[in-house]
């Protein structure tokens, strides 16, 4: 196990590993992801701190201007707790066109909410455009998130008058299994429901990564979302994540 970072970057091998994952259908994935694919080869050793050494390894070679940006997703890491004004202004803007669903899921309006803004595009290409896809990493200010539920509660009104009975609105969530997940988790879960959202806790939950801990032979305690796309595979991941949200023609619990 050689758990050389530098020598990860420079050999070619990191680039080797975005390509995978983007063949499997993940552009612009996270290093995150891209960590737990080296650790799953044995090549970098699964702790806290292979991770932090990978990205300061990723920042130095691109300080050397060794390794381009572009190929990974931009919006990662835990500095990265929500949107600058300029960006919140942008998604305001775009709210209205991003957030209207061609159809209901079953009778209900799904909307996915991604804890970490870095892996909204993959989720998004995985729904396929067809629900809306958010980040409560942009809902730091509350005024946003209050958007957000009001856009989704106007469709809901839309297709009642169209359909002639109440559809309801309903959050599925996708975040890390780990204590500052949880917490976020709960967080969320409690301020959407105060609100007559229902909130669908989707992945990571306990059971998942205990099944997941039973095929590989580890004994883990926590395993972020890009993590599970990865060992799931993201093609796979899509696929059950549409089943779930009865994009396929059926949804599961």
């Known amino acids: 196990m050689k758990n050389?970072?530098?020598a990860i970057i420079e050999s070619g091998r990191l680039r080797e590993v975005i390509e995978f994952l983007n063949s499997e259908g993940w552009q612009d994935p996270t290093l995150r992801g891209c960590w737990y694919v080296l650790c799953d080869g044995g090549e970098?050793?699964?702790t806290r701190n292979s991770y932090k050494k990978l990205d300061g390894a990723l920042s130095r070679a691109r300080d050397r201007n060794e390794f381009p940006y572009g190929l990974l997703?931009?919006?990662?890491?835990?500095?990265?707790?929500?949107?600058?004004?300029?960006?919140?202004?942008?998604?305001?803007?775009?709210?209205?066109?991003?957030n209207v669903p061609p159809e209901l899921c079953n009778g209900v309006l799904k909307a996915v909410m991604v804890e970490k803004v870095g892996l909204l595009k993959f989720v998004d290409m995985a729904v396929k455009g067809r629900v809306p896809v958010a980040s409560p990493q942009g809902m730091v200010?509350?005024?946003?998130?209050?958007?957000?539920?009001?856009?989704?509660?106007?469709?809901a009104r839309r297709f009642e008058g169209e359909l002639g009975h109440a559809v309801r609105v309903r959050i599925i969530y996708i975040g890390d299994c780990d204590e500052y997940g949880a917490k976020i988790k709960a967080h969320e879960l409690s301020w959407f429901q105060d609100r007559g959202v229902q909130f669908d806790l989707w992945a990571v939950q306990p059971d998942?990564?205990?099944a997941l801990?039973?095929?590989?032979?580890k004994e883990r305690h926590e395993?972020?979302?890009?993590?599970?796309?990865?060992?799931v595979g993201p093609k796979e991941f899509g696929r059950r994540l549409r089943k779930h949200l009865g994009l396929n023609g059926s949804s599961v619990a």
């Open 223 to 231: 395993l972020h979302a890009d993590g599970f796309i990865v060992e």
């Open 4 to 6: 050389d970072y530098m």
């Open 208 to 210: 998942q990564l205990r």
């Open 44 to 46: 970098i050793r699964e």
């Open 141 to 155: 200010r509350k005024e946003w998130a209050v958007h957000w539920i009001h856009g989704l509660q106007d469709l």
């Open 73 to 98: 997703s931009h919006n990662e890491g835990t500095d990265y707790r929500g949107l600058l004004p300029d960006e919140l202004r942008a998604y305001l803007r775009e709210f209205p066109r991003q």
């Open 213 to 217: 801990n039973r095929v590989k032979g």
